[in-house]
């Protein structure tokens, strides 16, 4: 093996190693059953734990953490686990049950659309922290209010509500300005209505006072003293690991020190440059408490918020004026998270803008549909790439298998959560990796009918398809990354999966189908290259049909995209864009749509959207409902008492405000444009202005001609817009151009080696030569697809129904569309690409 083939084998070797490690083990193994065989210095009372487990087990098998919450109480468990370090944590049953959780739980993390569970997205009012740098001060500088931090405390205080309820790696994190999304697997019905009310309500600050023997009781073990109550805190320390401090404070607030008393509150400097928190109260607030101060000097006053015990300073002297500071040995970070505590950002009750409920059952069919559509893409790409190419397919495979393994391990070493979206994703990679491999083995054919040997051959085709592969690379690229930053919640993990892929995709094509090309090639093994041919030397004049067809679909356009508007208005969305409940059933027995309308319009929910729902191969049939938002409860009341025969059971519900339907369309329309944006600049780049051009417009094209079709599939099988297609459309976007850059970059090869000819000669000529190439490109990406659009099922379908028409009408549009404009462009005549031109008139002529 040469030198620099045994340097690319080294890296591809690491590579893969990497990301099986990463991904191993992929599922997770049985909570229970990890915490009862590594328990150490087991007795009588971890005995008991398991049998007071066994019942609850036996009740709710899905609901494995919270059981073993339950189990266990108020027993002290870490001497059962001793390698789990949970000295220090406040919470040490929840600590170790949660580090065994990790532990158990497999390196492919699952969305909840997979593993059930419950989704809130929750907003914040910010309004009153925005107002502090609007008033002004005379004691103070006026500042702007660190709304990042507030964001991150009122996570912190949502994770500690979201821990009494026992849930296994609960997901709360920001996304937005001021939205916080909550994901929590696993919850009974009963603990998601409890779940609901302790996210939404406000935080309550107080200011209580610390018992002056506190010290003293909690030394000798006293028992607390009525009206008192133990709080603790983690209190980080200079040097080593920090500590939990432990207070004895009164169980009501001092003096009515409660509630919106703080007006203001942030992190300020001492005269030695020491962090500390200036805060100003409200008139009342500063009255109270400054008597409190008065009457309480040299005592320690505690600062809790929502039960829990953020700081407890000493009085040094009374705050008469309502503007106070409070000292210490603080860090920035430490300074600044207890300004944003007295800030209390969560004031106001928080406000449930969308939420999610899928049952596990649900959860496990579309990991099954979801599995099934991914293998069978792989399955139908595979074989076709084999049966085509031959030796050259296998390698293409091969390299196919690689790119997952990289996909799944690089988004497992990010903990990147998977969802039925990022499922869609892989698939779709699957059908994208190998457009990279047809490229260069089209090339490669092209040389070898040059009469080149195959080791040269080789060498040319990677080498020209080069500039071909990166350019579709990196246009598909801009699509993806925008999905990720404008995209929420499973949109963004599909932009993400996809990006890697992409990007993997991009490495194994041009490293690990020619390393083992050079590998057959050093051994002899590879003597020639038989590759079937399904259209050969095409003289197709495309370019005579482009003023019809272009009228044509653009007609068509106009009509579809008029008549959704028109004739179907808020049909043709779903509860993504309108808001609103969309409620999932099972059954047993179907009953009539228009039973099923009247008995809820007697209930009081006039304008109800009932469809039978059914996967495209063999699935299980379902009923969705979607009514006004707020409503889904009264929905399955409803169709459980007045059918019971149907034994309707409801197995997933989402909810979603009028706010966030107006969000995902502003979304939509800016990434759009930035997308477009985007692809302009970069072909401009790299091809021509008029190229460019013509391809933001074939864009447009195809975007409007897929929307153009959904809306009569709304009309025809009743179809609606949701965030999934929205994805998908953006998708499309960054697919559409891939073969348009294929034909622009023959288009421009041709006219830099000054083929000879008319403009309109040498753009058929592009694309009878491309042809071949763009058939299969679209092919194996519509095989894919298809396969999501068989046995995907629920939202994947709508996507992949999307796109499948979106891979119609990019390839369409690459011919009709794109290449005509630039021919318009400049007028029938041929531009000046690389400083060669030639024109034709009575006899060819060549100018330099």
């Not at 991009?506 to 390393?515: A, D, H, P, Q």
């Not at 399904?534 to 197709?540: D, M, Q, T, W």
């Not at 994947?796 to 318009?824: E, P, Q, R």
């Amino acid at each position: 093996m040469k030198q620099n083939n045994r340097w690319r084998f080294i890296l591809v070797v690491l590579i893969v190693a990497w990301s099986l490690y990463e991904i191993y083990p992929p599922a997770s193994r049985d909570l229970v059953q990890e915490f009862s065989s590594r328990a150490e210095n087991t007795d009588a009372a971890f005995t008991n734990i398991l049998q007071r487990l066994a019942p609850l087990q036996a009740a709710r098998p899905d609901r494995e953490f919270a059981n073993l919450s339950d189990a266990i109480g108020t027993n002290d468990i870490q001497n059962y686990f001793p390698f789990v370090s949970a000295k220090n944590e406040l919470y040490p049953t929840t600590f170790i049950l949660n580090q065994i959780q990790r532990d158990a739980a497999g390196k492919i993390k699952l969305g909840i659309d997979l593993q059930g569970g419950t989704s809130f997205l929750v907003e914040m009012d910010t309004n009153a922290l925005a107002n502090v740098q609007d008033e002004n001060d005379t004691n103070h500088v006026v500042r702007a209010p660190d709304l990042n931090g507030a964001l991150s405390q009122a996570v912190e205080v949502l994770r500690k509500r979201v821990d009494a309820f026992g849930v296994a790696e609960p997901v709360i994190q920001p996304e937005g300005g001021n939205q916080i999304r909550i994901q929590l697997p696993g919850l009974s019905q009963s603990v998601k209505e409890s779940a609901k009310a302790q996210i939404q309500k406000a935080a309550y600050l107080e200011f209580r006072m610390v018992k002056e023997d506190s010290d003293q009781i909690i030394h000798n073990g006293e028992p607390i003293p009525p009206g008192y109550e133990l709080l603790k805190r983690v209190e980080p320390q200079v040097s080593g690991p920090p500590q939990i401090t432990e207070v004895i404070v009164k169980k009501k607030a001092e003096n009515h020190l409660a509630g919106d008393i703080v007006e203001r509150a942030f992190m300020g400097r001492d005269n030695l440059g020491s962090p500390e928190i200036e805060f100003t109260l409200t008139k009342d607030g500063g009255e109270r408490f400054a008597e409190v101060t008065r009457n309480n000097i040299g005592q320690r006053l505690a600062i809790v918020l929502d039960g829990e015990l953020y700081s407890a300073p000493n009085i040094q002297g009374a705050i008469e004026t309502g503007n106070g500071q409070i000292t210490g040995h603080f860090s920035d970070q430490e300074a600044q998270q207890l300004a944003n505590v007295l800030q209390n950002p969560l004031r106001a009750p928080l406000k449930y803008i969308s939420s999610e409920d899928v049952d596990p059952t649900l959860g496990r069919d579309s990991i099954r549909s979801g599995v099934l559509a991914s293998i069978y893409a792989v399955i139908f790409v595979s074989v076709f790439m084999l049966a085509y190419y031959w030796v050259a397919g296998l390698a293409a495979n091969i390299a196919l298998v690689t790119n997952i393994i990289i996909l799944m391990g690089v988004m497992c070493s990010i903990g990147t959560t998977l969802t039925l979206p990022g499922i869609a994703g892989i698939v779709l990679t699957v059908g994208m990796a190998v457009d990279a491999n047809v490229l260069i083995y089209e090339r490669l054919r092209e040389e070898l009918a040059k009469g080149k040997s195959l080791r040269g051959a080789i060498a040319a085709g990677y080498a020209r398809a080069f500039g071909t592969i990166f350019d579709s690379h990196v246009t598909t690229l801009i699509s993806s990354v925008i999905l990720i930053f404008m995209g929420t919640g499973p949109i963004k993990g599909f932009g993400v999966t996809l990006t890697i892929g992409v990007a993997a995709s991009l490495f194994t094509s041009l490293v690990v189908t020619r390393l083992i090309f050079n590998f057959l090639l050093d051994r002899n093994i590879l003597k020639s290259l038989h590759m079937f041919h399904l259209i050969k030397s095409a003289k197709v004049n495309f370019m005579k049909l482009a003023t019809p067809l272009f009228i044509l679909t653009w007609t068509f356009i106009v009509v579809a995209l008029a008549y959704g508007i028109i004739g179907r208005g808020e049909k043709l969305f779903g509860v993504d864009f309108l808001g609103g409940d969309s409620t999932t059933f099972s059954f047993a027995q179907e009953v009539g749509v228009d039973q099923i309308r009247a008995a809820l319009t007697a209930a009081g929910e006039k304008d109800s959207q009932i469809q039978y729902q059914k996967e495209a191969l063999g699935g299980t049939k379902t009923l969705r409902v979607t009514t006004a938002s707020g409503s889904a409860e009264m929905v399955k009341q409803t169709l459980v008492e007045k059918f019971p025969a149907a034994k309707f059971n409801p197995i997933g519900t989402k909810t979603v405000g009028a706010t966030v339907g107006q969000d995902i369309q502003r979304s939509a329309i800016i990434a759009s444009l930035l997308s477009l944006f985007g692809i302009l600049v970069y072909v401009a780049l790299r091809y021509e202005f008029s190229f460019a051009v013509a391809a933001v417009v074939a864009v447009i094209h195809d975007v409007l001609l897929t929307i153009g079709c959904y809306c009569i599939a709304n009309a025809t099988s009743g179809r609606e817009f949701n965030a999934t297609v929205v994805a998908a459309v953006l998708t499309i976007i960054g697919f559409s151009i891939n073969d348009k850059i294929v034909i622009f970059d023959r288009i421009r090869e041709d006219l830099k080696l000054g083929a000879r000819g008319s403009f309109k000669e040498i753009i058929n000529q592009a694309l009878n030569q491309t042809l071949s190439r763009t058939i299969i490109t679209s092919g194996t990406v519509f095989l894919a697809t298809l396969s999501l659009y068989i046995f995907g099922g629920g939202v994947i379908n709508d996507f992949a129904f999307t796109f499948l028409i979106g891979i119609i009408t990019g390839t369409y549009s690459s011919i009709y569309i794109a290449s005509a404009i630039v021919l318009w462009w400049h007028k029938g005549e041929r531009p000046n690409i690389g400083g060669s031109q030639v024109t034709m008139q009575n006899s060819a002529t060549l100018k330099v």
